[in-house]
């Protein structure tokens, strides 16, 4: 029986107490709270993509050994509008809402005209991230939802266009050991250019009299972007103790195509093409100064939507990040197609795990390689003009949405835990990855689909593997309960797991938030 995308799931925003089997450990106690799509239809109208769907946000709040979990649509203006139309009327990003064709004349042109220069959604159903003491869903629009992570309350809408100019905004945040925050947006064609913004947001600047942290928001760094109206497509970037590292990668947004998708009749997706024939820019801007280093690093075209971790030895910066050699993951969840390809095994490109590895000196001949770690076969060889042409080591193949102890991120590390895709684009195998060894440990079940891994470092851990993995999983046999596994880091063997008397539904990334935080 395979998991119904496109499905409409019911919501449970009153605590339900979860049958916990097995032990989980007495210093474990917080809140995940994970969020991803989980209403496809309103009345007679229904999303293209399954990124597209209202959010919907779950959470897995832990005490005493004890689970109670909740789950609540995000309130925002694009659910609220939606719900009192009964049909979609915001658009997303694979799909464009149009006019009720019940309307009359003059409010169709009024409609119409307002859509020529779009708003975007605030349907934030990607992640959950932190500013200041303000946890938030998000997506990639400039639009941001506050919400409460334990009553899933949604809360102030967040522009991020009032405190700074950026029109797309990625779904990952970084966080030093202070507790500030770094994200990174694209400005579109602002006072004639367009370019890619870092930010910071300081740590512990919410307040219940402010509506949002942002307001101590602190530029960074800008890259200027090597084309005006293309601008690259990112989701995450990689960040250690002295470095950002941003890919630009030749998966494109056309503006102007976008600008126009609504009169077009076609959706913003079909506005973003992947240009193999371009290289890759690596981009390494120095945390101190705000400015680039002064060699060029690039490699071949590909497709990168999450980074695994990124350190610095010996005159070099290691990032580890999961790549494409194009964009068909996209593709593959339309909902027209997604059934059929999943049944039927269809084969898309499949992610890997490469490590590159940028040096900070560009001392040596021409056509020489550069990296002079020896545990690696990624290699960066100098060229002419200050380029430096560098190419990832494959450390696996088939694993996709990795998460680390957060304590290790910018250091040297050893373990990562992902999900297995070796076909489909779901799975239900997780894997702890050693990517000194290249050996992986996998906990799998039968019927079942797991999202993403998120590990907890026990409380003064000195190990890296020290602490728990929890995966929230969706049992696909009649009759069987959907659950929060919990596996312990070092031995990845499964040691509870909490069932839930409520269908879960598949969602993409969470946050752990621990009781004394």
Not at 85 to 95: H, K, P
Not at 210 to 224: G, I, Q
Not at 406 to 416: E, H, L, V, W
Not at 468 to 489: E, Y
Request: aromatic residues 12%.
């Amino acid at each position: 029986m395979q998991y119904e995308y496109g499905k409409n799931k019911e919501e449970h925003p009153d605590p339900i107490k979860a049958e916990v089997k097995g032990l989980i450990p007495d210093w474990l106690e917080g809140t995940l709270i994970r969020n991803g799509p989980g209403l496809f239809s309103l009345g007679e109208t229904s999303y293209n993509h399954w990124f597209d769907g209202m959010a919907l946000l779950h959470n897995f709040t832990i005490k005493n050994g004890e689970v109670i979990y909740r789950s609540k649509y995000l309130r925002g203006d694009t659910y609220n509008s939606n719900m009192h139309a009964n049909r979609i009327v915001v658009s997303e990003m694979g799909t464009m809402a149009y006019p009720d064709p019940c309307k009359n004349i003059f409010s169709k042109v009024v409609t119409f005209l307002s859509h020529t220069i779009p708003d975007f959604t605030d349907n934030c159903a990607n992640n959950i991230i932190k500013y200041g003491n303000d946890y938030h869903a998000t997506s990639e629009t400039n639009y941001i939802r506050k919400i409460d992570p334990v009553t899933l309350e949604t809360q102030d809408k967040v522009d991020y266009m009032k405190y700074l100019p950026v029109n797309i905004v990625a779904s990952h945040t970084h966080y030093d050991k202070e507790g500030n925050s770094y994200s990174m947006g694209t400005s579109i064609a602002e006072k004639g250019k367009t370019k890619y913004t870092l930010f910071k947001v300081a740590g512990g600047s919410g307040s219940e009299a402010s509506p949002t942290a942002l307001k101590n928001v602190e530029v960074v760094c800008t890259v200027p972007c090597r084309s005006l109206l293309t601008p690259s497509y990112y989701h995450s970037f990689g960040m250690t103790d002295n470095y950002f590292i941003f890919i630009e990668q030749p998966l494109k947004l056309d503006i102007l195509k976008m600008a126009t998708a609504y009169l077009r009749k076609v959706s913003w997706a079909s506005c973003m093409k992947f240009h193999p024939e371009e290289s890759t820019l690596i981009h390494l801007i120095d945390r101190k100064t705000g400015k680039e280093v002064g060699t060029k690093y690039y490699t071949g075209a590909m497709c990168v939507y999450h980074q695994v971790n990124a350190f610095e030895e010996d005159g070099h910066v290691v990032f580890d990040v999961i790549a494409y050699d194009d964009n068909s993951l996209y593709d593959v969840f339309y909902l027209d197609k997604l059934k059929d390809q999943i049944a039927s095994n269809t084969v898309y490109c499949k992610p890997m795990c490469k490590r590159f590895v940028l040096p900070l000196s560009d001392k040596g001949e021409m056509g020489e390689d550069l990296v002079k770690l020896k545990y690696t076969k990624a290699s960066a060889v100098k060229e002419k003009d200050g380029k430096v042409l560098c190419q990832g080591e494959v450390l696996f193949d088939g694993v996709e949405l990795p998460r680390i102890n957060y304590n290790f991120n910018g250091m040297k590390y050893r373990y990562a835990y992902t999900c297995c895709v070796d076909v489909s684009p779901v799975a239900g195998k997780i894997l702890k990855l050693d990517v000194e060894t290249k050996q992986k440990i996998e906990w799998t079940e039968e019927n079942c689909f797991s999202s993403e891994p998120v590990f907890i470092p026990r409380p003064n851990a000195v190990d890296e593997d020290d602490g728990v993995v929890l995966v929230s999983v969706i049992s696909c046999k009649p009759g069987q309960r959907c659950f929060l596994l919990v596996l312990d880091g070092k031995s990845f063997k499964e040691i509870a797991r909490a069932y839930v008397d409520a269908e879960f539904h598949m969602d993409m990334h969470g946050h752990f938030i621990p009781d004394c935080c």
